[in-house]
């Protein structure tokens, strides 16, 4: 994808998974070993500010597998179709990252699920930015992959399905 002056890049992953959009979002929203049983981005995750549970304005501490960390904030918080988020604080690589995943009833089939989840950045420092966008991309791209086929084997995995029922 071609980037034109005043739009980011943008990484989307599909998937279709065998469970109600309910379930769906809940197994996105997992925290702790639960999380960690199916998300390969996290090495480790928790809400900060002494939030009991993900909303809107809920600040979060991510670090990924490789180390790099990451602070949060759900812009949106709407079961089960759709969450959001921005980074306020994070890698000096990124001037700006958010995500955002929905949930919607598969045509014919309520019992399943497709969810789509979809990055939007910028890089720094701006005269560098078409170069490393072109990375981030590849790289972003690679992440969020893995991260919804790991999310799609959550939706399958007994225990996680028990810790969201």
């Keep these: 994808m071609a980037c034109h002056a005043g739009q ?3 990484v ?3 998937t279709i998974v065998p469970v109600p959009p309910a379930t769906a979002f809940a197994v996105s929203q997992t925290t702790g070993e639960t999380r960690l049983r199916w998300d390969p ?3 480790r995750q928790r809400l900060l500010d002494g939030a009991e ?7 979060t501490l991510t670090v990924h597998r490789l180390g790099l960390r ?5 812009v949106s918080y709407a079961p089960p179709t759709n969450v959001g988020m921005k980074m306020t604080q994070g890698s000096w690589f990124f001037e700006r990252l958010a995500g ?6 598969v045509d014919g089939d309520p019992g399943s699920t497709r969810a789509v989840w979809r990055y939007s950045f910028a890089c720094r420092p701006r005269w560098l930015a078409p170069v490393a966008e072109r990375v981030g991309r590849v790289l972003l791209q690679h992440d969020i992959d893995r991260r919804i086929a790991g999310f799609a084997r959550g939706c399958a995995d007994p225990v996680v ?4 029922a």
């Design 8 to 10: 980011v890049p943008v």
């Design 12 to 14: 989307e992953s599909v």
């Design 41 to 43: 981005f996290i090495r």
């Design 53 to 59: 549970g993900p909303a809107k304005g809920v600040r």
């Design 70 to 74: 990451m602070v949060s904030e759900y």
């Design 100 to 105: 955002g995943w929905r949930f919607s009833p």
């Design 161 to 164: 399905l028990a810790a969201v």
